[in-house]
């Protein structure tokens, strides 16, 4: 029997009749598995450039390797042809809304190109022109009306995992329970993490809550995520025998890009070059120059500690940050860190409680009570006084407000995942 590799990109399936394209995939698997001989190589969750039109915040696609006989090609071709067209009959007896899905299922024999991974990470992609890629590649590609499913499924196949790469469990819940709140203890949470330390991304110590579950009414019961397969197929078992968590209706081990930081292409340092601005909402925004350019940095108020340390700067402060490149140009910050910061001046010395003067240019200050003359300078306040403006220490959002993209300062600093 022949064996072949056959490469399957699910994206922009997230409906609320028919669930997230997480459990989507899933379904679709099951159906492959108890039709055809496929033997489930790897399961990949790719998150996608945030700032892509029409995304909800994750903008993650579904990828799949499988094994199966040469012979068996038609009949998945046919098989994924049937799952697609009864997913469309059950999304077209909705009234379509502005962010309707537009489903893209792609079938590849071959290995992508792995540029069209990091183009799709990092900026816009034109789904017509990487539909025509696509298809002088030999892709079956299986979509509705529009074709912006077709870049995502197209990443998620070109992708390439690396040996640092994560992993997220992503358990399903029974049909009956789906809109139900869902059974998931604090108290569970909590144990995960220290049962099971090589898990992450597990609470929001700054809030003490767990992030493992949805908040939304989709299938997803939680997902769990951490630094290898077995360490996330373990945390889940575990949690499963638990009385004060919820039974899952299946589960699935996914290969991920999470916390990798390819979306941000280096860090920058540079001179901050002028006062902070406040805008509606909490947000904060400065400019710095890095030797080469001048660039405005915004931090929103979500990225909490950045936002504060931001507000502080002043034009001379050195910085270095690391964030992505909005379409309007501006850097949304993502990390940041103080290296050095300018005097920060309070005023004239003072003497016999009064503010000493100069009497004019080239002349000394002068205390006009007692009459003692001093060499003109500032006063400057110290670090110690300038509380939060902590130099050398890296800022990030509470792990509840980082994008699933973002690795965290821990995971640089310890040189693990
Ligand atoms: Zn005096």
Same mark, same amino acid.
């Given at each position: 029997m022949q064996l072949v590799t056959c490469r399957i990109g699910l994206d922009d399936t997230d409906h609320h009749e028919i669930g997230c394209t997480t459990e989507r995939m899933q379904d679709l698997i099951m159906h492959i598995i108890e039709q055809t001989d496929c033997e489930i190589l790897e399961r990949r969750l790719v998150r996608l450039?945030?700032?892509?039109? $029409? =995304? *909800? $915040? @994750?903008n993650g696609a579904l990828g799949a390797l499988l094994k199966m006989p040469i012979q068996q090609k038609e009949l998945l071709i046919q098989i994924c042809n049937e799952w697609f067209s009864r997913m469309l009959s059950i999304i077209e007896q909705y009234p379509k809304s502005e962010f309707a899905p537009s489903p893209c299922l792609l079938i590849s024999f071959e290995p992508l190109p792995e540029e069209w991974y990091w183009q799709t990470v990092r900026g816009y992609v034109d789904p017509e022109e990487r539909f025509h890629q696509a298809t002088k590649k030999n892709c079956e590609i299986i979509h509705s009306d !529009?074709?912006?499913?077709v870049v995502g499924a197209c990443a998620a196949v070109a992708w390439s995992p690396r040996e640092q790469s994560t992993w997220e469990l992503i358990a399903w819940r029974q049909d009956s329970r789906i809109g139900k709140k869902r059974v998931l203890s604090k108290e569970s949470v909590q144990t995960l993490e220290t049962e099971h330390p =090589? *898990?992450?991304? #597990? =609470?929001d110590p700054t809030k003490g809550n767990? /992030? /493992?579950?949805? =908040? *939304?009414?989709?299938?997803?019961?939680y997902g769990i995520r951490g630094s290898s397969e077995s360490v996330v197929n373990e945390a889940h078992s575990w949690l499963q025998k638990r009385n004060d968590v919820e039974s899952c209706h299946s589960f699935a081990s996914h290969i991920t #890009?999470?916390? !990798?930081?390819?979306? /941000?292409e280096s860090m920058h340092s540079g001179t901050v070059t002028s006062m902070p601005s406040e805008t509606k909402g909490g947000h904060a925004f400065t400019r710095v120059f890095s030797g080469i350019s001048s660039e405005k940095i915004v931090a929103f108020a979500e990225t909490g500690p950045i936002n504060r340390t931001l507000r502080k700067l002043i034009p001379g402060d050195r910085i270095t940050w690391g964030g992505l490149t909005s379409p309007d140009g501006a850097i949304h910050l993502e990390k940041l860190r103080v290296n050095d910061y300018s005097p920060r001046i309070l005023g004239r010395p003072v003497c016999c409680s009064r503010t000493m003067r100069s009497a004019g240019k080239g002349q000394d200050l002068r205390c006009l009570k007692c009459g003692k003359t001093e060499n003109k300078r500032w006063v400057c306040e110290g670090?110690?006084? %300038? !509380?939060?403006? %902590?130099? @050398?220490k890296w800022m990030e959002p509470s792990p509840s407000n980082m994008r699933h993209l973002s690795k965290p300062i821990s995971h640089i600093e310890k040189g693990t995942r």
């Open positions: 450039w945030p700032f892509a039109e $029409r =995304r *909800t $915040r @994750g !529009s074709k912006f499913g =090589r *898990t992450f991304m #597990n =609470r767990g /992030i /493992i579950a949805p =908040r *939304t009414p989709c299938p997803v019961l #890009n999470q916390l !990798s930081d390819d979306h /941000i670090p110690e006084s %300038l !509380s939060g403006l %902590l130099m @050398g």
